[in-house]
């Protein structure tokens, strides 16, 4: 395997995000607010999580200035993509014009001061809607192919991290993703962006309202 080089420094790059991880205190700037965007220019409320909203990009950046008053610094951002960009191959997850892109280029040119955090998973590009490119087999099985699934998400968290993401956040469960993310952004020269891998995945209910969210 390759020897990465270990750099801490990332976790001192910038005041938010020494904020983020400063031990023995809470307080605003130690939140991640999560939120969900779509392509349309309205805000629409998401039946599955009642009281929370799925933002177009302008009025995210309206919440976002919001959140920056009250010291909340942190944003999450989860896509939820229109079902005709949706394919096996999940390429509208590398997309440079894409939603997410887009919403970053938007975040960091009209928020000055915000830390984007980007979600790093296939599932709501997939038409499959899985965290990982599936093989169907003629016996009627499928697997998940977990090294394709590896390829493409470095692309994603490549391309995220080119529209300016401070963090990417690998959710998807795939094996070897965090290092295969780490060698890719190094060799673009992005070794100052972060990867915080944040979920362990089980078989729960509690997922059926965040995938309401994503329409996934």
């Not at 919440?63 to 509208?92: H, N, Q, S, V, Y």
């Not at 790093?120 to 499928?142: C, I, K, Q």
Request: charged share 25%.
């Amino acid at each position: 395997m390759m020897n990465l080089p270990i750099r801490p420094r990332r976790n001192r790059k910038s005041a938010n995000i020494r904020g983020l991880i400063r031990e023995t205190s809470l307080a605003p700037e130690h939140l991640i607010y999560p939120v969900f965007v779509h392509e349309g220019t309205g805000n629409q409320p998401i039946p599955s999580l009642p009281g929370c909203t799925r933002w177009s990009v302008k009025g995210l950046v309206e919440e976002a200035k919001r959140l920056m008053d009250l010291g909340i610094r942190t944003l999450d951002l989860f896509p939820a993509i229109p079902d005709e960009k949706k394919t096996p191959d999940a390429c509208e997850a590398c997309n440079p014009d894409g939603l997410i892109p887009r919403t970053i280029y938007a975040l960091k040119s009209e928020v000055p001061g915000i830390t984007v955090m980007t979600d790093v998973a296939l599932d709501p590009y997939n038409s499959d809607g899985h965290d990982g490119l599936v093989e169907f087999r003629s016996d009627g099985t499928m697997e998940i192919l977990n090294d394709d699934s590896v390829e493409v998400l470095c692309r994603q968290a490549l391309c995220h991290a080119d529209a300016g993401a401070d963090i990417v956040s690998p959710s998807d469960m795939m094996d070897g993703r965090v290092a295969a993310i780490r060698a890719t952004l190094d060799s673009e020269a992005l070794d100052d962006v972060s990867i915080m891998a944040y979920t362990a995945k089980y078989a729960s209910a509690l997922y059926g309202p965040f995938r309401g969210a994503l329409e996934s």
